[in-house]
């Protein structure tokens, strides 16, 4: 305890402690310490309560205060008494009346006091100086003012603390299992971790923990599916399970009776034994596996042993000739594409690939390990092999999961699970939790009850046997209604859809709107918890048993009894059953599993007979926008519906002129954002109505115009055939804050869009474009390659095309960008502007040869080609009047020298001894060496000069060539150079041309390259002399 209540002053909280805060500060009133004080359960139920207001800025659970006197603050239970809500926290947000005289921050929480529940007597807010504020340092130790403050049992602390590297953690439904793995993830010391659980909501719980929490570590908190777009650098699989069986009974539906055998009826129970078994089986690796081109599976004999005390042989026999069908047709990848994305990413790992962004991850943490077949497990597996061959230390893996909450068909079993990772890893070590710390007393019974359906089930085949150390917190509510028909049952549905504090699941496959699936709420927690139609799933179990073919069922059966679990698990106050119009048979199936604690309410009553918050217009909108949260991946469309929902209140707060915080305001926009662009992008435009549309750009207005230009764009694009997305991604990195609405719909496709961006490159119309900043565009997709290369590809395949239009000036900007230097692109764009001596250059620093000997090849005939120009000149000239309107075409450097070209054809032509045509020849010399720094090739002039004086046998400058070129060692040179054999030199009496050599000489030295004068060889084609090499 603090030696001194009364010196705690916020004013005097160092700048460095606020900075070290989670996102949502937390200021602690010290009359709540006062009351912790010898009170062990609640003070282990604060422990919890902080870390969810660290990370969400509010606990789970939430009551409203209705004496007008206390509205505006917020209750949460602390445990405690024969219900488990004797004690109730008081808090308020920093929106809240009740604390507005602390001139509150936003994101600031304030925990006033810790009340009995019966206890309503008007509250003030108190004095800043009677608050202390919580720095994540305490929230880490979970120690306040000397206070330990820690939630966990002893079974979570054992797994929480151990040492060995590869563990897991076992439970019952709401013992704790999550929040175990995240504090051995706050506990662990690795800086990067890989975090994997098999939903976005999921994903985005344990991000916003760790985020609060760890700020100082980089903890990857991915769904499974983000995982494999990240190994497989292809587009995440989005699809249903309903639409993954939509499209199963699609492909069969043209087989006949004996081609399915004892399948035919069962379409759904083979689809499960095929994605559970057969394919969900297989063991990368192991000989009872192989790869068929698109997915693992087990091989037929491997199959019949695993599955021959379960299934008839012809059963086994259909489906394996069911899956060979499928795999002819090449449907498997189209009905299981999250299986076969799987398989390349566990290909791609064998290989000794693996991406960037997880060279760095030191350990993996897997949870609701259930829904995952052994196949996906294998990912894991074979990603964990991959770093530990990088790794001195083994990394840490992390497994949390329950056999009894499958959502969808995994054949999850332990024995198989935990033998695969000793075969390929190593023992991993186990951590039972006994202990409910959700469900109340009464819920667990029902729970408890519903477990019983496994006894029809093969020992084999049934979930392990889950402990319950300790009895649960007392106290739950059950409830049973039933309506007289259908249309009383969708009024009364849809006012229980308008209660934000609580959710209707639907146990069947087609969830209706605004209903929840057991796989959309599971891993959530929810105050009341509605049922629909329970009486009749629980009929259709019965039957199941009593049919003669039930072993072809079993799987399904299973899944529906874990589905029916995971339903009953999420409540943690009040479980509601509602039957419509059910049969006497499904009423009394209802009640047996609610047993006699269950009290029966008529259908008008229900409402009143709950005990809601009576939350507020602000709590409503953030109520909407958390199950927004949870629908968007599901169904966009829904979600979408919510967001505007909440847009309708957030109008109505509006217009009765009370102040709505930015946060919400924001968010709510953001949510618009979101779902319309994931049904953009999910090419479902007949969701997005005009309407909607434009409210969507109201929304984005609202952000700023950043968001308004990246929804025009996302529009633009998507109405354009969905094709060249630069513009919309160019409009993305704008975005300055706020962004995840469109990075999140975006990223799921980052790969198809590289595919257009290099399909734009391509073009010359686009090419220019990629002069901007594209490794920005890559990283907001989430691109999970390496950025550096794809960008350097995707400006090489944009010069390409630049080049080849002629574009050269745009073509070397973007050269200027390709790093590191593309010395290959560099010499076509030299040969392109004909620097050919250049582009040999370039051409051999990069290796390559072959292009420097085509370029030699090029440069030879495009001298000659000059020669040839003059020459033709010479012989249109019979007077030195001509020469003038001759070379007025050519260059100025180019006209001084073929004018004395021309004048020494002329003088040759007219000479009638061997020394007149000396005078010329060292004039044309002469004006070379003169205009040398003008020329582009001074060399190639000078060796017109020689060849033409040797091609008509002029003796005199013959042997003044020949001096020139033997004096310096040039002997290759001078023998072509002569027209004459080298032994018939004549003596030269031309001081002069001694003279003129060594001058010509120096001039060549000075125009470089002057080796390239060796490459001529006695037949007059380049070739590679000793200098060049």
Known sequence: MRSTWK???????????????????????????????????????????????????????????????????????????????????????????????????????????????????????????????????????????????????????????????????????????????????????????????????????????????????????????????????QDEPRLTLSESRRRFREALQLLSAPQLGPWKHRLTALHAELRAFLIGRARPGHTSTVFDGRVFHLRPEAYAGLRQNDRHPEAIEKAWHVFELLGRDERLAEIFPELALASLAIRTLQAGRLPAVLDTIEGIVVDEVQDLTLLELSVVVELWRRLAQ????????????????????????????????????????????????????NIVRTFDRAARYYRKLPREERPARQRRDSPAAPGGHLIYVATENQQQAASLIHELCEEEALVVVSLEDEVPEHIWSPALIKGLERQTVVVLNPGAVLERLDRFVSEENFAFDREDYRTEVDRLRVALSRSSETLVFLDVAPTAAQRACSLRLLGDDAVEVA????????????????????????????????????????????????????????????????????????????????????????????????????????????????????????????????????????????????????????????????????AAVFLEDVASWLRFLDYGGNVEEAVRRLRGLAFDALLAAGNLATAEQLLEHIHPPDLLRKGRLLE??????????????????????????????????????????????????????????????????????????????????????????????????????????PELMMLGALEELSRRRHRACGAATRLLFERFGTRSMARRLLASPIGELPECSEPAVFCLAASVLETLRNCPPYQKLLAFSDHGKPTRGPAES
């Open 603 to 766: 259908p008008h009553e229900l409402l009143n007979s709950l005990e809601q918050a009576e939350l507020s217009l602000l709590e409503r909108i953030q109520a909407r926008l958390e199950e927004f949260t949870a629908r968007i991946d599901e169904d966009p469309s829904q979600a979408l519906q919510l967001a505007l929902r909440a847009r309708e209140l957030q109008l109505r707060i509006q217009s009765l002129g009370e102040h709505i915080p930015a946060r919400i305001a924001r968010e709510v926009s953001r949510a618009i954002l979101s779902a319309t662009a994931r049904l953009l992008v999910d090419d479902h435009p007949t969701e997005v109505d005009a309407p909607e549309l434009q409210q969507a750009r109201e929304a984005a207005r609202e952000l700023g115009l950043e968001h308004l230009r990246a929804l025009d764009e996302l529009v633009r694009w998507h109405r354009s055939g969905r094709t060249f997305p630069a513009a919309l991604l160019q409009a993305a990195c704008q975005l300055p804050d706020e962004a995840e609405w469109l990075r999140q719909a975006l990223s799921a496709i980052a790969y198809s869009l590289h595919a257009a961006l290099e399909h734009g490159a391509r073009s010359p119309e686009s």
């Open 832 to 937: 392109a502007r004909d620097a050919l001596e250049e582009a040999i250059e370039v051409y051999l620093q990069a290796g390559a040869h072959t292009e420097a000997e085509r370029v030699r090849q090029r440069l030879y005939h495009f001298r000659n080609h000059t020669l040839q120009r003059f020459r033709r000149l010479a012989d249109q000239c019979s007077d030195p009047e001509q020469i003038p309107v001759l070379i007025s075409m050519l260059s100025g450097a180019q006209q001084r020298l073929a004018f004395w070209y021309i004048r020494l054809c002329l003088e040759t032509k007219h000479g009638s001894d061997d020394q007149s045509p000396l005078h010329p020849f060292l004039g044309y010399l002469e004006a070379v060496h003169a205009h040398a720094e003008l020329l582009e090739d």
């Open 390 to 441: 990088r790794r001195p230390e083994p990394p840490l893996l992390l497994l949390a999961g329950d056999e009894g909450q499958t959502v969808r068909p995994s054949g999850f079993r332990w024995g198989p699970y935990k033998d695969w990772l000793s075969e390929r890893i190593a023992p991993p070590r186990d951590y039972e939790l006994g202990e409910s710390l959700r469900c109340p007393a």
């Open 7 to 233: 010196v705690f002053s916020p004013a005097s909280v160092a700048p460095d402690r606020l900075s070290q805060s989670p996102s949502h500060r937390i200021w602690l009133h010290q009359d709540i310490l006062e009351f912790l004080h010898g009170r062990d359960a609640s003070v282990r139920r604060l422990g919890i309560i902080l870390r969810q207001i660290a990370a969400r800025g509010r606990p789970n659970r939430i009551k409203n205060c209705r004496n007008p006197e206390n509205r505006g603050w917020l209750r949460t239970p602390m445990g405690g008494g024969g219900s488990g809500m004797h004690f109730y926290l008081w808090w308020a947000q920093s929106d809240s009346e009740r604390v507005a005289p602390l001139a509150p921050t936003e994101n600031e929480v304030f925990l006033r006091t810790i009340r009995h529940h019966d206890e309503h007597t008007p509250l003030d807010c108190g004095h800043r100086d009677d608050y202390i504020h919580l720095s994540l340092q305490e929230l880490q130790t979970e120690r306040i003012d000397g206070v330990d403050c820690s939630p966990w049992t002893p079974e979570q602390r054992a797994f929480i603390e151990a040492g060995e590297a590869v563990r897991i953690i076992l439970g019952r439904p709401g013992s704790g299992k999550t929040a175990s793995l995240w504090r051995a993830v706050e506990r662990h010391p690795a800086r990067h971790l890989l975090y994997l659980t098999w939903s976005r909501e999921l994903a985005w719980q344990a991000h916003l923990n760790f985020s609060a929490l760890t700020p100082d570590r980089t903890i990857r908190c991915w769904h499974f599916t983000r995982l494999l777009r990240a190994l497989t650098q």
